[in-house]
């Protein structure tokens, strides 16, 4: 469509705008044609009716020519260019009457019906103007067996008649189109009235842009608030995430600009000492490995998520943690509904469930075990939660290492010294910090440990 | 030991290369997937060791075809992303095992030899064959438990030999597993190499720790369960 594409009010203006002119152009086509056919049966009628009472005046003289009075029954007849005129004429063609209107407009002429005919025709007369002419084929019967034909033609003129249908348009016209002005100020009104939301959210957005407005409004119609809390939760979680990812970026310089300064002084000496060098490549490593891992959990996405089904990836885990363990003997036992599923990065899951599997391979003396369920939240019942416990037959964690294990993930942990072990519940930490979860450890029935991760479902 | 690295960074795959190699290591290096496929299929490959970013195709696809071209060396995977899904991918792609870079070397030496006896049969760090132990963690050697030095030469031979105890290892695949496809091929080496390891382990010669099946190479005899291989 060559419309400019440019406003939804400009497209649907135009829309409406053609759809109107369709309708009214059809419109007042029915009525002009109506008109026509309606004023041109009365002029017939009229017609009709002056060829009858011709007839009905004629009277045959002596000789038996037709004869008319001189007193016409329509004033008309009788005064010159008048518009209504009168012919009579016999079967050779020839003339036998005409009306004193009718003097010099050769209404007849060239003209001829049939007996018992009746014929309309419009046709130019002599003085240029247009007329519609009624012909009447009738046999005249006299005393005896003779008879004569005549024809009897009345026209009238439509001078009248076509002015009155100029007007009769130029009305219609005028008036369908200060309508369509009218309805199309409604349509406009209405569409500035409708999509007014659409334009507040436009401005606000491009406030957010520079900065003086933090997020949307809540008060927008039914259709919209889906948008427009959607898109909150979009500019609040990029928020985070750059916020995180900033937090990130600063506690890494942070931690590696100590052992980069070791580093250099240590190099500048002449001897530089070996293992304090190696030291401080260590403590780096330590950092990178801690700081970027955690920076690795993507958090949940903000608009569509699709639930990913647990069971596979656990599946999968597993399989790997054989691989990697090949000399340990441990049975795995799995405990995940059919389709247990949740709504989550993929990648997230898998760092997840493979540290916690991780961990427990690591420890177990032969047997780990992984539950997953869906479950009523402890503090408010009516919040369902995926719950994933992990447990070992292991050594367990003690009350003081457990809060240790814990809080490492927690922010506000700046220390950059961070040893190598426990990343992976650092990760975990992270992890549940964006999804809104929470981690126990316990002890499982075995001694061992056991980690509990709930979800918001 | 012909040990294979793909690795498009040069400056780590030559530094690993030449480390492998100081540890008896015959290393052959690749830039890419597609050099890499090919090194596998014209050497005796004994381990792979594959980084998963390389540049034309994804490690796990490399390992994938090695795979499915019937390839059952042991296959080790260098990662600089430590995630899960990554490891858990390379390792269903058929890897073995996998490090995080930045390693330490002596984690990946370890790492190798686990793979290297683990693709041998044996479960146990430490291979024994009567009054031989060889421990693959520490590289040490035991004769009825007194230490041998050995160079990183002798060890490989050693290992190579212990690996496949009762089984006859012919000199042309001595000679291929410890030495580059470019180095002369002087069968002398490997005779050189055997007897200066029997002096080491045996000066007296009377355990008959290694001996020479004529016209078809060497073996070190299996001395039966004796604990090592389980």
Request: charged content about 25%; hydrophobic content about 40%; some cysteine.
């Amino acid at each position: 469509m060559p419309v400019p594409a440019r406003s939804l009010s400009t497209r649907l203006l135009v829309t409406m705008m053609l759809l109107l002119l369709a309708a009214f152009a059809l419109t007042i086509f029915l009525l002009d044609t109506i008109f026509q056919r309606a004023s041109e049966n009365a002029i017939k009628d009229l017609l009709e009716v002056q060829v009858f009472a011709l007839i009905g005046l004629a009277e045959p003289d002596s000789q038996d020519r037709l004869t008319l009075p001189t007193q016409l029954p329509d004033a008309r007849l009788s005064s010159l260019g008048s518009g209504l005129y009168a012919e009579i004429v016999d079967e050779q063609g020839g003339r036998v009457w005409r009306s004193p209107s009718a003097i010099g407009m050769g209404l007849a002429d060239g003209l001829s019906v049939g007996s018992g005919q009746r014929v309309y025709q419009r046709r130019m007369l002599a003085d240029g103007t247009e007329a519609l002419v009624l012909g009447v084929g009738i046999t005249w019967e006299l005393v005896g067996d003779a008879s004569y034909g005549f024809q009897v033609y009345v026209g009238e003129n439509l001078a009248g008649y076509n002015r009155q249908l100029t007007r009769f348009r130029q009305q219609l016209t005028s008036w369908f189109g200060v309508v369509m002005l009218a309805l199309l100020l409604g349509i406009g009104l209405l569409l500035r009235w409708g999509l007014a939301p659409l334009r507040r959210m436009a401005n606000e957005i491009s406030s957010i842009e520079n900065g003086r407005v933090a997020e949307l409004s809540e008060d927008y119609p039914r259709e919209l608030a889906g948008v427009a809390s959607n898109m909150n939760r979009l500019i609040k979680s990029e928020r985070q995430r750059i916020m995180r990812f900033r937090t990130t970026m600063d506690d890494l310089a942070h931690s590696l600009k100590t052992p980069i300064a070791v580093l250099r002084t240590e190099l500048e000496r002449h001897d530089p000492d070996h293992d304090t060098l190696h030291d401080q490549v260590s403590r780096m490593q330590g950092v990178v490995d801690y700081r970027l891992r955690r920076a690795a959990a993507t958090g949940p996405r903000t608009l569509a998520r699709p639930p990913i089904a647990i069971a596979p990836i656990c599946r999968e885990i597993a399989s790997s943690l054989r691989k990697i363990y090949r000399e340990k003997d441990v049975q795995c036992d799995m405990h995940i509904p059919d389709g247990a599923s949740y709504a989550a990065e993929p990648g997230d899951l898998y760092e997840l469930i493979g540290n916690l599997l991780d961990n427990a391979w690591k420890w177990c003396a032969g047997h780990v075990e992984l539950t997953a369920k869906r479950s009523a939240s402890n503090e408010s019942p009516r919040q369902a939660e995926f719950v994933l416990t992990i447990s070992d037959d292991g050594p367990g964690v003690s009350d003081d290492q457990a809060a240790t294990i814990l809080h490492r993930g927690e922010r506000g942990d700046r220390r950059g010294d961070v040893p190598g072990q426990g990343i992976g519940l650092a990760v975990v930490a992270e992890i549940l910090e964006l999804y809104g979860g929470a981690i126990t450890v316990a002890r499982s029935a075995t001694g061992g440990a056991e980690f509990e991760l709930r979800l918001p479902a | 030991m012909r040990l294979l690295i793909v690795e498009d960074d040069a400056t780590l795959r030559q530094s690993l290369a030449e480390n492998l190699r100081e540890k008896g290591f015959t290393v052959d290096e690749a830039a890419d997937a597609n050099q890499g496929e090919y090194f596998a299929a014209e050497f005796a490959v004994t381990l792979a060791i594959i980084d998963l970013g390389l540049p034309d195709r994804a490690g796990t696809e490399l390992i994938e075809a090695l795979r499915k071209s019937g390839k059952a060396f042991p296959i080790l995977i260098l990662t600089a992303r430590d995630h899960w899904q990554d490891k858990v991918k390379g390792l269903n792609a058929g890897a073995d095992d996998y490090v995080v870079k930045p390693f330490n070397l002596d984690e990946l030496t370890a790492r190798i030899n686990a793979l290297l006896r683990r693709s041998a049969g044996h479960a146990q760090p430490i291979i024994q064959q009567g009054p031989l132990a060889l421990d693959t963690r520490s590289e040490e050697v035991l004769v009825e438990g007194r230490p041998i030095k050995l160079t990183a030469y002798e060890y490989r031979l050693l290992q190579m030999l212990m690996m496949r105890a009762g089984q006859i290892i012919t000199k042309a695949e001595l000679t291929d597993q410890l030495y580059d496809q470019d180095f002369e091929r002087d069968s002398n080496v490997v005779e050189v190499l055997i007897t200066r390891l029997r002096k080491k382990l045996d000066p007296e010669r009377a355990l008959g720790l290694i001996e020479t099946v004529r016209g078809r190479g060497y073996r070190v005899p299996d001395f039966g369960d004796q604990g090592g291989t389980a």
